[in-house]
């Protein structure tokens, strides 16, 4: 028999699987693969404890349980001042990945094109392509991982349906300005350019800054999906769910293609999340601090070490300069790290088209500080 060519030719192993693998296999401290070593609020898990035995227990309506899209348009209004309709706007996914794939499904056909920004997260050009799209992809600048504005203008084009943002940005850290929402509002004016914003670490920002969501620019808002991510918020990756906000003509194409990747997601999780987005909203308004505090200690930790830095502006990840250390490539320096450091890092190559003229590292600081201190020690030995 011959099996037919495979649709994503390009495609193996996620390099976070190939990490946490390796990792495992030579007992190494995992940073690499962006998951907490620590567990979820003991309040949300006691609410989802409930709703396991109150018979909570079978399909959510394919939309989202209505307590968490109401509650989802009580916290959107609150944070970014503008309310989306919980009925029309909202849809509760089996994590962002799914989220990303149900954007780009419902409006990317053949032959269009969709501009991301490299380093860019490993499941957006894979989505792309197989639903017949062409992924444009832009270098983010260096040092600071900036959008070249004038390089992204003339990169659209009449084939060009969607542009994708990462904000804030996995896996660089960095995240979007005043004058960065500007430029692209000026941008997509007056044009069918559509955005998809992943802001999975909207409530990881640090030094005091706001997160700047897409949804807060009247002018970006009518054309975006912003696709966030509880498993990020409540350190319960494992739980595997997103959400999706959209104006309602996007939100109803978004809903065809959900309903048939995965129609519903855990009702007692969706019930529990919901409680607890009403109850505790300290916790989401108080994890900038949080996640600072490990942003700090673990940079502090890394002082003496032969690694150079600029501590991350947003999300749970440090980039590091190794070019001190060695001339292997990312990749190479990254198994070498895990196999004879006992320290896992991921490569920032493996998100490029083109190489980067640095040599650069992903470290994970969603970690307890005897984690962090015993990866630092290793690491600092170098």
Not at 237 to 257: D, H, N, S
Not at 292 to 312: G, I
Request: charged share 20%; proline share 7%.
């Amino acid at each position: 028999m011959e099996y037919p060519s495979s649709r994503l030719p390009k495609v193996g192993t996620t390099i976070f699987s190939e990490m946490s693998a390796l990792a495992a296999q030579h007992q190494a401290i995992n940073l690499s693969q962006g998951f907490p070593d620590f567990d979820g609020p003991e309040a949300l898990r006691d609410r989802v404890t409930h709703y396991l035995n109150s018979g909570a227990n079978q399909y959510a309506p394919m939309a989202g349980m209505p307590q968490l899209r109401q509650a989802l348009a009580g916290k959107t209004a609150e944070l970014y001042q503008y309310a989306p309709c919980p009925e029309s706007e909202i849809t509760v996914t089996s994590g962002a990945t799914e989220a990303i794939f149900a954007a780009i499904a419902s409006v990317v056909g053949p032959g269009d094109e969709v501009i991301l920004f490299d380093p860019a997260y490993d499941s957006y050009e894979p989505a792309i392509e197989l639903n017949g799209g062409v992924a444009i992809r832009l270098p983010l600048t260096l040092p600071d991982f900036s959008v070249d504005w004038d390089q992204l203008e003339k990169t659209v084009t009449s084939r060009t349906r969607m542009i994708i943002l990462n904000n804030p940005h996995n896996p660089t850290g960095a995240t979007l300005s005043e004058q960065d929402l500007q430029q692209l509002s000026a941008l997509v004016k007056g044009t069918n350019l559509l955005l998809l914003s992943d802001e999975v670490y909207e409530h990881i920002v640090f030094d005091g800054k706001p997160h700047l969501s897409l949804i807060s620019v009247p002018e970006l808002r009518q054309r975006s999906f912003i696709v966030s991510s509880f498993g990020k918020t409540y350190h319960t990756t494992g739980w595997k769910i997103g959400y999706c906000i959209a104006p309602e003509p996007l939100m109803v194409e978004f809903r065809k293609v959900h309903q048939y990747l995965t129609f519903s997601t855990s009702t007692p999780m969706q019930l529990a999340l919901a409680d607890y987005i009403t109850a505790e909203p300290s916790h989401y308004q108080q994890l900038p601090v949080f996640y600072q505090h490990k942003r700090d200690r673990f940079n502090q930790l890394m002082e003496s070490s032969r690694f150079t830095f600029t501590p991350a502006r947003g999300t749970y990840f440090q980039l590091m300069d190794y070019s001190q250390i060695s001339d292997l490539d990312d990749l190479s320096f990254c198994r070498w790290l895990t196999e004879e450091v006992g320290v896992a890092a991921i490569p920032i190559s493996v998100f490029c088209q083109q190489p980067l003229n640095a040599k650069l590292v992903r470290f994970c600081f969603a970690k307890n500080e005897q984690t962090l201190a015993e990866a630092a020690q290793r690491l600092c030995r170098i």
